[in-house]
Nanobody, 121 residues
Framework: VQLQASGGGLVQAGGSLRLSCVAS????????MAWFRQVPGKERDFVAA????????HYADSVEGRFTISRDNAKNTVYLQMNSLEPEDTAVYYC???????????????WGQGTQVTVSS
């Protein structure tokens, strides 16, 4: 499956952004989806995940209550709504797909190209 992420940008602290990730090539609803983020020199960190049906979600503690992951299987798209952004949220954000899912990056077989999110203080 091919993944194309978009929606990143520059925003002030307290602002909002919505990331999108469009999948193609295979049946989107066969895959759990997740968002990860990475800053230079650090490991790729889990942000949020959603089951293939969208009935269950899971978040990193650092974003719980501020970020919301959702999906639209009819549009082959997963979203990450990010509210109350903080400078610490600055990173490259990646979407990922896997038939099983989870919160560890090495579970995921397919990755998007990443989209930069920069939060200014």
């Amino acid at each position: 499956v091919q993944l194309q992420a978009s929606g990143g940008g520059l925003v002030q602290a307290g602002g909002s952004l919505r990331l999108s990730c469009v999948a193609s090539g295979r049946t989107f609803s066969d895959y759990a989806m997740a968002w990860f983020r990475q800053v230079p020199g650090k490991e790729r960190d889990f942000v949020a995940a959603i089951t293939w049906s969208g009935d269950r979600t899971h978040y990193a503690d650092s974003v719980e209550g501020r970020f919301t992951i959702s999906r639209d299987n009819a549009k082959n798209t997963v979203y990450l709504q990010m509210n109350s952004l903080e400078p610490e949220d600055t990173a490259v954000y990646y979407c990922a797909a896997d038939t099983s899912g989870g919160s560890e990056w090495y579970f995921y077989d397919y990755w998007g190209q990443g989209t930069q999110v920069t939060v200014s203080s």
